[in-house]
């Protein structure tokens, strides 16, 4: 087994499952070594004892036609969150655009669940866009958005994020057929950037996603 992760510091303290009560099951998907030890990673229930392997391979069946790219030109704190909040909704691929070096502490190891991808370049991400038929949509509280909540988002699509500081570049602004914002009403500037993808990502669910599959 892989060393364990934040979500996995607590095994034995009341969190998941213990070992497998009676006779053990064949089916491959189940790890020996979690029937035999108790599972105690941070997993829905219906992933109880199953290798990583099978679960990835059950998200990859599900995956939506939708990506999450967020810049990362500076130092981001955010993107682990917004990693774990991609895995939630089973989005098809994250991509870091820019250093590729990232805080994983905030993705409580869904990063190993997700697929990730890195771009040097916001002109590299287009490129991927463009080759996989997604239509991209910029996420920013700039002139020339539109507000997210009454905007219809392209099921195919790539939603770009900005960092901490700086926001979105130009760059990421002129690829995008569309910018929306998220409306606000107290006197910050801005939200998170992790929040701000998770709210973006539940609009595209809420008009993309099939609900009854929904765990
Ligand atoms: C903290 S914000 C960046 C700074 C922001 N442009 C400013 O003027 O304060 C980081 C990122 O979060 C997202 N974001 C934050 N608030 C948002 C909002 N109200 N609407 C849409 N995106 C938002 C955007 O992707 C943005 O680039």
Known sequence: ?????PTEWTAGVSVGVGPWQGPLPDD??????????GDTRNVVDAYRYWTRE????????????????????????NIGAVVRTANAFAVDTVHIVGRRRWNRRGAMVTDRYQRLRHHDDTAALTSFAAEAGLEVVA??????????????????????????????????????????SIAQFG????????????IAMH??????ADLSSAW
């Open 1 to 5: 087994m892989t060393e364990p992760g």
């Open 28 to 37: 491959p998907r189940y790890d020996p070594e979690l029937l035999a030890a």
């Open 54 to 77: 099978a679960i990835i391979a059950d998200i990859d069946q599900r995956r939506h036609p939708l990506h999450i790219a967020i810049e990362n030109f500076g130092s981001d704190a």
């Open 139 to 180: 996420v920013d509280n700039v002139p020339g958005s539109v507000p997210i909540e009454g905007a219809r988002l392209p099921r195919e699509c790539l939603l770009v994020f900005g960092q901490e500081g700086p926001g979105i570049t130009e760059a990421a602004r002129r690829s995008a057929s569309l910018t929306v």
């Open 187 to 198: 006197s910050t500037r801005s939200i998170n950037a992790g929040v701000a993808a998770g």
């Open 203 to 208: 609009a595209w669910i809420t008009q993309h």
